[in-house]
C-alpha cells in the first residue's frame, strides 16, 4: 500500500478555483479607509497591480494561472499526499488520515504559491519593489524568495517578537536578498508612533501591515504584497486543495472532513475551498478551521467591518474581527497572530458553511510531538493547530467505532522554528487564552460603518 500520492508535473492545475460565485451571499463592500466608502479600483492601484485588483473581484468560478507562474511552481509541485499510517496505528483509530504537505516547497510553506504569482504581475507591471509584512516568517520568506526569482527588490516589516524568535527565517529573507526590519521600526511614521507610546512593543501584524502599506504608498516604484486574507490570495492558494482532490481520486477516498489551521485565512481556504465548491453541488464533507485560544479570531471575534491593519490605512473589510489594535501575546509561540479573517472564510463561517474550533498552545505542541515522532516530520508551530483538530477527529472515530476520512493540511515544516519547540520540551511554553475583557475593549474601537 503506497505511503504517498504523487502526480506529475503537467497535473498542476491549470486554474486557480474563485470560490466567489459558490458563496452563500453576495460579498460585503470593501470600504476606503477614509471615507468608509466603497473602493474604486484607483483607490488600490497604488498599492497592487491591476490583475491582482481584478482577481479581488472577479466572478469566473476558474481563473487561468499564467504559464510563468506554473514553470515557477515545478520547482516543488504539485506537493505529495500521504497516509499517515503511523499515525493511525499509534492512535489506534479506525480513520484514514490524509496529510497535503507543503513544506517541500523552497521557503518551507504554502506561502509561495501566492508570493511567485503577486511578484509576477507586479513585475509584469514595471515594479521595482514590493513591501511587505510577516509575523512568524513563512510569508516574508516566500515573497523574498519570489522576487529573487523575479529581479525585485523586497522589503520585510517583521513582527518584532517573531524577529527575535526566529532568527534563522530572518536569515533566509535576507539570503534571497530582502531587507528585513523588526515591526515595530524606525523606518514609517507607523512604526514610530507604536514605539513612542510603548518602546518595548512586541509588535503586531497589524502594525506591520501598516508599515509596509505606509512604504509602498510613498513610493512610486513599490507595491504592497499580502500574504493571506485578501480574495487574490485565497485564490492563489487553491492549487492545495484541487491537488489534494485529485489525489484522494487516485485512492477511492473521499474526505468526510477536511481540516487546516487558521491565522488570515490563506492556508485554511487553500485546501478546503475547492471542497467547498463539492459541498455546494451536495457532497456532505465538514470543513474546520483550527485556531490559537490566544488569537480566537472566528471563535471570540465579531463580524464586523474594520480595518486591515492597526494605523488605519489598509482598505476596510468586513471580517470576524479581534480589534485592528489587538495586540498577541508575546508568550504566543504558535504563530497565527492575525487580528482578523479573510472576509471569504468569514462569510462561510456566518453562513454556517465551515466549522471553527480554538487550541490551547501546550497542547497543540503536544499533537507535533506526536506527529513528529511517528510520521518523522517536525511541523511547523502553525499546522499543529490542524494537527490537533485531526487527532481529535480520530479519537472520536474510534470511540464511536467508525471508520472516517480526515484530511488535514500539513503548511509546512518546522525546521527553522524549534525556539518554541525548545520552549515546550522544556517546560517553558504556556498556556493563554486571550482575556474578554480585551477583546471587548478592541471591538468597541471597530469604525462606524453604514453597511
Not at 516543488?76 to 488520515?97: H, S
Not at 481529535?392 to 503548511?411: D, M, N, P, T
Request: charged share 20%; proline share 8%; hydrophobic share 40%.
Amino acid at each position: 500500500m503506497d505511503t504517498k500520492v504523487l502526480l506529475g508535473e503537467k497535473q498542476i492545475p491549470t486554474h486557480w478555483y474563485n470560490v466567489i460565485p459558490d458563496l452563500p451571499g453576495s460579498l460585503a463592500p470593501v470600504l476606503h479607509p477614509v471615507t468608509l466608502k466603497p473602493v474604486t479600483p484607483q483607490d488600490l492601484a497604488p498599492l497592487f497591480p491591476q490583475p491582482l485588483v481584478e482577481q479581488e473581484v472577479s466572478t469566473e468560478r476558474w481563473v487561468p494561472i499564467p504559464e510563468p507562474v506554473r514553470e515557477i511552481y515545478r520547482l516543488w509541485r504539485p506537493t505529495p499526499l500521504f497516509r499517515a499510517r503511523r499515525l493511525e496505528q499509534a492512535l489506534g483509530t479506525p480513520a484514514r488520515i490524509y496529510y497535503k504537505y507543503e513544506g517541500v516547497s523552497p521557503a518551507g510553506s504554502h506561502k509561495p504559491n501566492s508570493a511567485v504569482p503577486q511578484a509576477y504581475y507586479n513585475k509584469l507591471a514595471g515594479i521595482r519593489r514590493l513591501a511587505t509584512e510577516t509575523g512568524a516568517g513563512q510569508w516574508g520568506s516566500s515573497l523574498a524568495l519570489a522576487c529573487r526569482l523575479f529581479g525585485l527588490e523586497c522589503t520585510v516589516y517583521m513582527v518584532k517578537v517573531s524577529f527575535e524568535q526566529k532568527p534563522y527565517r530572518k536569515s533566509m529573507m535576507q539570503l534571497w536578498g530582502a531587507n528585513v526590519f523588526a515591526s515595530p521600526s524606525r523606518e514609517t511614521n507607523a512604526g514610530r508612533a507604536a514605539l513612542a507610546a510603548d518602546p518595548a512593543s512586541p509588535g503586531s501584524l497589524g502594525l506591520a501591515i501598516s508599515e509596509a502599506v505606509e512604504d509602498a504608498a510613498a513610493h512610486d516604484d513599490t507595491h504592497y504584497a499580502l500574504g493571506s486574507v485578501l480574495n487574490h490570495v485565497i485564490l492563489h492558494q487553491t492549487v492545495v486543495g484541487l491537488e489534494a482532490k485529485e489525489q484522494l481520486r487516485a485512492t477511492g477516498d473521499y474526505p468526510d472532513v477536511v481540516i487546516a489551521s487558521h491565522g488570515g485565512g490563506s492556508n485554511f481556504a487553500g485546501l478546503t475551498f475547492p471542497f467547498l465548491a463539492d459541498r455546494a453541488a451536495g457532497k456532505r464533507v465538514r470543513l474546520v478551521a483550527c485556531e490559537p485560544a490566544s488569537c480566537p479570531t472566528l471563535t471570540k471575534g465579531v463580524y464586523a467591518f474594520d480595518y486591515g491593519d492597526t494605523a488605519k490605512m489598509a482598505p476596510v473589510v468586513k471580517m470576524y474581527t479581534l480589534g485592528h489594535d489587538f495586540m498577541p501575546p508575546g508568550i504566543h509561540a504558535g504563530g497565527l497572530r492575525y487580528h482578523g479573517a479573510s472576509p471569504l472564510v468569514s462569510q462561510l463561517l456566518a453562513a454556517g458553511q465551515i466549522e471553527a474550533r480554538a487550541f490551547m498552545q501546550t497542547p497543540c505542541f503536544e499533537a507535533a510531538v506526536t506527529f513528529a515522532r511517528t510520521e518523522g516530520i517536525v511541523p511547523a508551530p502553525e499546522s499543529s493547530h490542524a494537527i490537533r483538530g485531526a487527532l481529535e477527529e480520530a479519537q472520536r472515530a474510534k470511540e464511536e467505532g467508525r471508520e472516517r476520512v480526515i484530511l488535514f493540511g500539513l503548511s509546512g515544516h518546522g525546521q527553522l522554528d524549534m525556539t518554541a519547540y525548545d520552549a515546550y520540551l522544556s517546560g517553558r511554553l504556556e498556556d493563554f487564552a486571550y482575556p474578554e475583557e480585551n477583546i471587548r475593549a478592541s471591538l468597541a474601537r471597530l469604525p462606524k460603518v453604514d453597511f
